[in-house]
């Protein structure tokens, strides 16, 4: 029967004497190496058995054991088989370990020669930590030693496993048992002095040299990559925190910096109106370029180096990258921009552009102060970070955008609702009291003659109220969508106010109306209906919201004639209730009232102001309001071109 016991355990109980300890994978390569140099460089024709535990692990030293195949005929490899791994007699004999048997886990190195032996028997022990990428840390408990009595013994042990794998390679075997003194009845003659102590010790460092160096190159190689993997975490994270563009590209340029120290990194957005450098980082000793003009569109540098041949990446983006500024024949013929990247120490530059599908939104640029070769994975980097920068970019203007919408439903919301309530309030209340004027008069034809003249009168005031809502509605909507028809000429703009005050009988129940009009005014481009429209609501307005014991002004200012453009400015000031600073604006909004519809003490519809500002603007000239503050009176500017 096979057995598949672990020969660390079959060796402690032949020799008790046995001490194991732990070995990391590096040190027990760094000897094996060091005890298979013994047999390739020495005279001595061993015999070597070797047990890899997996044939992955053999298949990294298949071709040293190649060579010790070709020095000593008595060779026998180990390994448990994965794929391709089975049992063989070219160079040297191969035994197949099933997978059950305990040799699997163990890696043996036994070298019986007629001058020296060497062994080392260890087996797999679980690490304390799992470290599973690292095969470098992997542990193993054992021993190793050059004694011959244990290395016999060993490799008798060995012998006999591999006899029952394959019997057909027993006389092999036996004829090994002979040569090297391996049988019961004899003692191995040879002693471990004939090895070279120097030569095995240094060996044994170079291996464990190489080791640690790799060691070090996979850790460097674990930080680069986790520091990169921190830049592109720390930046989404800024991405999925902030719809602030200027957030997410401050956090871009900082986190990039980090990674290439020495230089400088700046981020373009592809804004014509905006050429100066925003957003950078640069390492101390470099001089900044914030706040220069290195916009894209005039960017010597990037459309010099559009003319050159171009390091075109996988995703066919045009990434641009420039070892050596100094060896670019281009750059190079360019005085002008020779001098300003000297003067700003690039040495070599890179520069991968931010794409959102065809769109261009920006560009980010990389210099380092000396020639520096691009590497891969920098490129690769920068591209991943541009790519998640195009996408922030796009989903903050998607963002903004819907805001502005969001915005523009809300005031359609609130225009829907004041529309509702005052059209409500402002047809229903003339309408009620027609009604009940009409009805008196129908129902009652015994009325005193001076009552029924006061119904007709009433009933004729709302009926005129409420042509002018119906009015105000119509000329709003023919300004909006501009189907009013205007006839600018030169007019007198005395004669349109003397016509509009022509109404305004002075009486004690409205605010005297003073005017300071210059005698020689210019006359004026406008549109006369336009005008009269605005100075009458404009004084409506005033009259509405004075006291009558309340002051209106009416005044002109003649333009400055040495100014190309100069306009007529046109007041009208009143010493009424005023208007709060933050609605000096807002007054102008179609249905714009400030006291809601229900307290209001006077008529209106809130569409005059939204009236007379399209027609002052339609008219080329330009309208405001300006007050001190509630109860402080208020003032209204116009402005009209003058012929
Ligand atoms: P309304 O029909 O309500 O007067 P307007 O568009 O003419 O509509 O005016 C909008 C709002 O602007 C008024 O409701 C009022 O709150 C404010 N306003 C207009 N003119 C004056 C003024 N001379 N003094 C104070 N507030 C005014």
Redesign the pocket.
Known sequence: MRTQNSLLQDLRQALPQLRSQIYFKASLTALSHAMEDLVLSGTDKPLVIANFQQERFYRQEAPRYQKIGEITDQVYVLAAPETAFNEGSVSYMTVALSPDDQLAQEWHLVIVGHHYSACLVCREHAAPISTPSLDEVRQFQGFWTFDPEITVQAARLLLERIVDYRPELAPKVRLAEQEYGLTQSSLPTQTSSEIDPNLFVDRMVNYLQASQYRLLNAYRTIASQEQKERLVNSIATAIRRSLNPEQILSVTVSELGQVFRLGRCLLHRDQSDCPEVEYESVAPGLESLRGQVWSLASHPLFQKTLEQPQVETSDSERTIAIADVSQDLGIQSDADLKAQLQRYQIGSCLMVPIRYRSNLLGLLELHQPDAHIWKADEVALVETISAQVAVALMQAQAYSRLEVLNHQLADLERTQSNLIAIVGHELRTPLSTIQVCLESLATEPDMPLNFQQIMLETALEDSERLRKLVQDFLTLSRLESGATRWFVEPISFQECLDLVLSRYASSSDQPHIGLDIPSQLPLVLVDGDGLIEVLS??L???C???PADGKIMISARIPEPDLADSKLEVVIA?T????ESS?LEA??DRF????GFLQRT???????????RRTIEAMNGTIW?E?MGKNL??E?HFTVGVA
């Open positions: 609501k404009l409506d307005n005033a509405k919201f004075t009143d009424g209730r005023g208007i609605r007054v102008f714009s009232q400030e006291e006077v008529g209106g519809t809130g569409l005059g102001l939204a009236i007379c309001a007050s009176g208020s209204f």
